[in-house]
């Protein structure tokens, strides 16, 4: 302190607190000498600024941080620079043991109307007794426990009042600067201010009593509560729709765990029957070859038989000179066998196209069951059904679209009087469907019909409109393309689907967002066309559609085709389940 030293002011207070005969000093009066104006409370940390004024230090730190320049709140006075402030020890000590005197019971009792620093700090904003306070806010000179506090940490207007440790105020609250009470309310500042700072600092800003601006937030509590009980229902509506959709979920997994098992239980069995097959056919093969074999050895050994016997009588019809015999025997021994056994061959290779005729009746057996399992998926895809149509904004000048919006045909003859916009195409007889997505599972079908060439799939929102357009999955299209009735993965290098028996009536197109899946059907015949995996959307995507040029008239138009509304619960739900 700048005018007593802190041992002289010490003893001076102990002389007045002891010395009951000369001079009596109320605690009431004693106390406030003892407390920091701006907080109200008793000093914590005292501080001198140059003027000779006391305060908290947490309390002067935080008035200047909401002050343009640094200013004693009391004399005014204004410092060129902010002061550097230090703790006053020994004004600390006295009211340390101000303190302790106020706790000990011996000394005069403290009126109870006055808080003091040994009360609990509770909630200001809290009903009934209200929790402990965790701080207190020294713009709004007020307490708040942690739910209560929500609004300074969230609202930005709030954020910049000064938070302290818990401490009490006086009951009725009081301009810091004035020392008049808070009975207006500035609205830009979101901060209650006194009639002197209404017509001063915030002179420009637009105030209103304090009770009309609590009845006015009172009003909208009421209209807030009906929206919060409105969400807090629509949240629990949407767990419950998401719970359903997980035991719905586990329920598909566990039937497509059993059909797994069936499935491949079935190919087990018909893999174990192959082989029993295959070894079957390899053994009665060689059984075949043995007994060919035998034949032609015992063929063998009489021929030999015969022409050793042959070469008897010969060796003794050579040394005979009996003419008449060798006339008689000669023509039977010049009877030689006429068999070339040269030619006669016996093959080892005698297996050769058995195991893969039963590779090709395993693949044949895996085809008849991938064909079936297709059938069905396609069966579901009616689920996700999305109701498309062509946009009129984004098709090329050279395209004509019914007025359904669900038949699009290339003009040969002449461009149609279009507005240009940055979300049309321009060289490419290209549209995009109205309707777009970036969540879930949707599926749509085309009637390509007869048509020689055309494009379908999905696309990015964000394609490229303008000059050439690559479809491929790096510029944002993921698409199957007919060329002169060939058709082939638009992919780079293109993927030809030469594995196809016939070109599709009807093109069937499933997207699942998340799993990036995009996946193309014969939806009339049930079978897959082909499927890109792994895809990389980021963002919002549509249908896409490319009718292609007339080939000397014959290529009709793309027609988009109406199918079965999605099953209800399955329009909003990302949870995916096993098809």
């Not at 063998?300 to 015999?325: A, C, F, P, V, Y």
């Not at 394609?463 to 479809?471: A, D, E, H, L």
Request: proline share 5%.
């Amino acid at each position: 302190m700048c005018t007593e030293s802190a041992a002289a002011f010490r003893h001076r207070c102990l002389n007045m607190s002891t010395q009951t005969g000369v001079v009596k000093v109320s605690s009431q009066w004693f106390e406030e000498q003892f407390k920091c104006c701006i907080c109200l409370d008793i000093f914590r940390d005292p501080v001198s600024t140059p003027c000779g004024h006391n305060f908290c230090q947490d309390c002067i730190e935080g008035y200047w941080e909401t002050k343009a320049r640094s200013e004693c709140p009391l004399c005014k006075e204004t410092f060129s620079r902010r002061p550097e402030l230090r703790v006053n020890h020994g004004f600390n000590d006295i009211i340390q043991h101000f303190k302790r005197s106020l706790s000990n019971p011996g000394e005069e009792p403290v009126d109870q109307s006055q808080k003091s620093f040994t009360d609990e700090v509770v909630c200001d904003v809290c009903p009934g007794p209200g929790l402990a306070a965790v701080k207190s806010c020294l713009v709004c000179q007020a307490s708040y426990c942690d739910l209560h506090l929500s609004p300074h940490l969230r609202d930005q207007v709030l954020q910049k009042h000064r938070l302290t440790d818990p401490a009490m105020f006086s009951c009725s609250h009081l301009c810091r600067k004035h020392n008049k009470p808070l009975d207006m309310f500035c609205k830009k500042d979101q901060t209650p201010v006194c009639v002197s700072c209404s017509e001063t600092e915030h002179k420009e800003h637009k105030t209103v009593s304090i009770h009309r601006a609590s009845n006015k937030v009172k009003a909208s509590l009421k209209e807030m509560k009906v929206d919060i009980e409105n969400m807090i229902q629509v949240r629990k509506q949407k767990s419950e729709e998401i719970q359903r959709a997980v035991d719905a979920s586990k329920k598909c997994t566990e039937t497509q765990l059993q059909r797994s098992v069936e499935v491949c239980t079935m190919l087990f069995s018909a893999v174990e029957q192959q082989q029993t097959e295959l070894v079957e056919e390899l053994q009665r093969r060689q059984e075949q070859v043995e007994e060919q074999a035998e034949e032609l050895l015992k063929q063998l050994q009489e021929e030999l038989k015969d022409l050793q016997t042959r070469g008897s009588e010969i060796l003794q019809l050579e040394s005979t000179q009996n003419h008449l015999h060798l006339l008689q025997s000669f023509p039977s021994l010049s009877k030689l066998p006429t068999r070339n056994w040269a030619e006669v061959r016996v093959y080892s290779d005698n297996s050769m196209g058995a195991v893969r005729e039963a590779v090709e009746h395993m693949m044949d057996i895996c085809r008849k069951m991938k064909d079936k399992l297709v059938e069905q998926e396609v069966d579901k895809l009616n689920e996700y059904a999305l109701n498309v149509t062509y946009d009129p904004d984004t098709a090329s000048g050279w395209l004509e679209i019914s007025a359904d919006g669900k038949k699009v045909n290339v003009n040969p003859k002449k461009k149609l009087p279009v507005t240009d916009s940055s979300k049309r195409f321009d060289s490419c007889v290209c549209v995009l469907a109205k309707e777009k997505f970036s969540s879930g599972r949707q599926y749509w079908v085309v009637q390509v019909g007869e048509k020689t060439d055309w494009d379908l799939g999905l696309a990015r929102e964000s394609v490229q409109r303008k000059g050439s357009i690559s479809v491929r999955p790096d510029a944002g299209f993921w698409s199957v393309c007919c060329r002169r009735s060939s058709l082939s993965a638009c992919t780079s290098p293109s993927a030809p689907l030469s594995q196809l028996q016939k070109n599709p009536q009807q093109v069937g197109v499933f997207v699942d967002y998340e799993q990036g899946l995009v996946s193309f059907y014969d939806a009339v015949l049930k079978r897959h066309i082909y499927s890109f995996t792994d895809c990389h959307f980021s963002g919002p995507v549509c249908p896409y559609f490319n009718p292609c040029v007339q080939d000397n008239g014959k290529n009709p138009p793309l027609i988009i085709c109406n199918i079965q509304e999605r099953v209800p619960e399955r329009n909003h739900l990302i949870m995916r389940t096993t098809l």
